[in-house]
Nanobody, 124 residues
């Protein structure tokens, strides 16, 4: 059973930065592609970033590309989301997720395991 635990959320002013972390339990972290999603109140869960098993390939949508960076440390079983130049519209609960998909996947249903989420609030 895979467990994912996010941390690093909080309240930040617009233009500020946060780094989210997600720790994967177990010994198979490097076998999973990892992703980050976010969900604001009343909205659908939105894809934010994904990274391949070894961290060599990443994909982010245009809404966050250039501001957010996804990375991973397989020795620490951890995936990160560095968020810079934050905007109020980035406010949401952020979730990390794991999938065995070999290619970049962006639909929530394509991920098998989810963390509990961490709240990010950006004030204007």
């Amino acid at each position: 059973q895979v467990q994912l635990i996010e941390s690093g959320g909080g309240l930040v002013q617009a233009g500020g930065s946060l780094r989210l972390s997600c720790v994967h339990s177990g010994r198979t972290f490097s076998e999973y592609r990892m992703g980050w999603f976010r969900q604001a109140p009343g909205k659908e869960r939105e894809f934010v970033a994904t990274i391949s098993y070894k961290g060599t390939n990443t994909f982010l949508p245009s809404s966050v590309k250039g501001r957010f960076t996804i990375s991973r440390d397989n020795a620490k079983n951890t995936v990160y989301l560095q968020m810079n130049s934050l905007k109020p519209e980035d406010s949401a609960v952020y979730y990390c997720a794991a999938t065995r998909a070999e290619v970049a996947v962006m639909q929530p249903g394509q991920y098998s395991y989810w963390g509990q989420g961490t709240q990010v609030t950006v004030s204007s």
